[in-house]
């Protein structure tokens, strides 16, 4: 068990380790910033694709050379969920430090997040996903609604979305995603910028992630799958309120911000 653990800590330590791993924070950034677009395209009525991770996806594979963009971004998926699991199950990275029970908690599901996304990029590059007008995030609630104890898996689930929320506005608000990340190696204007992106993505994040757990917890509690809906679904439900559309622009462009951030962090980020 010793020499599993030291040889793990010296692959963690390695420069190629710390490449994979910030390769897993560029391609986050581009999936935010093609989300944001979308919202952007659903705001003004010209969607092309549903304003989340799947539609990000299958904007990128409809580009020219999109399956070698997939593939690039694939691979920095699957770096960045290899990183949040080394820190969620070592609890240690070398330039990070050690991590406390709360960080180890988010990094594993974060690892879990991720892992899901690049399993769907592998199933949008092979192209046998599903249709982009499936509606798989409204028909999942209402098959687990009509299990044993369904009802209390989907209020569950929104109840973790609330509380993932609340950590990004917590984040956002009082400006802690900055100790996660080399400030002292940034110039005073490029500080400031870094700064104003991570504070509005991480608010767009709580206000989307917030919208979702609202959403689950309602289904739940009136027990009607049709309002448990996924980033797409709430986006869109969001622009039907009064000033909505005003709202969907300010969180896409929160997004798109919040993915600029994270490509920004793959340079400085703490590995």
């Given at each position: 068990m010793?020499?599993?653990?030291r040889?793990?800590?010296?692959?963690?330590?390695?420069?190629?380790?710390?490449?994979?791993?910030?390769?897993?924070?560029?391609?986050?950034?581009?999936?935010?910033?093609l989300?944001?677009?979308?919202?952007?395209?659903?705001?003004?009525?010209?969607a092309?694709?549903?304003?989340?991770?799947?539609?990000?996806?299958?904007?990128?594979a409809?580009?020219?050379?999109?399956?070698?963009?997939?593939?690039?971004?694939?691979?920095?998926?699957?770096g960045?969920?290899?990183?949040?699991?080394?820190?969620a199950f070592?609890?240690?990275?070398?330039e990070?430090?050690?991590?406390?029970?709360?960080?180890?908690?988010?990094?594993?599901?974060?690892?879990?997040?991720?892992a899901?996304?690049?399993?769907?990029?592998?199933?949008?590059?092979?192209?046998?996903?599903?249709?982009?007008?499936?509606?798989?995030?409204?028909?999942?609630?209402?098959?687990?609604?009509?299990?044993?104890?369904?009802?209390?898996?989907?209020?569950?689930?929104?109840?973790?979305?609330?509380?993932?929320?609340?950590?990004q506005?917590?984040?956002?608000?009082?400006?802690?995603?900055?100790?996660?990340?080399?400030?002292?190696?940034?110039?005073?204007?490029?500080?400031?910028?870094?700064?104003?992106?991570?504070?509005?993505?991480?608010?767009?994040?709580?206000?989307?992630?917030?919208?979702?757990?609202?959403?689950?917890?309602?289904?739940a509690?009136?027990?009607?799958?049709?309002?448990?809906?996924?980033?797409?679904?709430?986006?869109?439900?969001?622009?039907?309120?009064?000033y909505?559309?005003?709202?969907?622009?300010?969180?896409?462009?929160?997004?798109?911000?919040?993915?600029?951030?994270?490509?920004?962090?793959?340079?400085?980020?703490?590995?």
């Open positions: 010793a020499t599993a653990h040889t793990v800590h010296e692959v963690t330590a390695g420069r190629n380790f710390e490449r994979f791993a910030r390769t897993g924070y560029v391609a986050r950034g581009v999936l935010y910033v989300m944001g677009i979308l919202a952007v395209e659903l705001a003004v009525g010209q092309s694709n549903r304003p989340n991770q799947e539609g990000a996806l299958r904007l990128v409809e580009q020219t050379f999109g399956r070698v963009l997939l593939v690039l971004i694939a691979v920095g998926l699957l960045y969920t290899v990183l949040r699991f080394t820190q070592i609890g240690r990275t070398p990070a430090g050690r991590h406390g029970a709360a960080d180890r908690i988010s990094a594993f599901a974060s690892g879990c997040a991720y899901i996304f690049f399993g769907l990029a592998i199933t949008v590059l092979v192209g046998s996903a599903g249709s982009n007008n499936g509606g798989g995030a409204e028909k999942a609630p209402a098959d687990i609604l009509g299990m044993t104890g369904g009802r209390w898996i989907v209020l569950g689930a929104g109840v973790v979305f609330l509380g993932v929320a609340a950590y506005g917590w984040m956002g608000a009082r400006r802690r995603f900055l100790k996660y990340t080399k400030t002292e190696r940034m110039s005073r204007v490029g500080l400031r910028n870094f700064t104003i992106l991570g504070v509005v993505g991480h608010v767009a994040r709580c206000v989307v992630f917030a919208l979702v757990g609202t959403f689950l917890v309602r289904a509690v009136e027990y009607d799958p049709k309002e448990a809906v996924g980033i797409d679904g709430a986006l869109q439900r969001l622009q039907d309120h009064a909505g559309t005003l709202a969907l622009v300010a969180v896409a462009i929160g997004l798109i911000a919040f993915g600029v951030y994270s490509a920004v962090d793959a340079r400085y980020r703490k590995i």
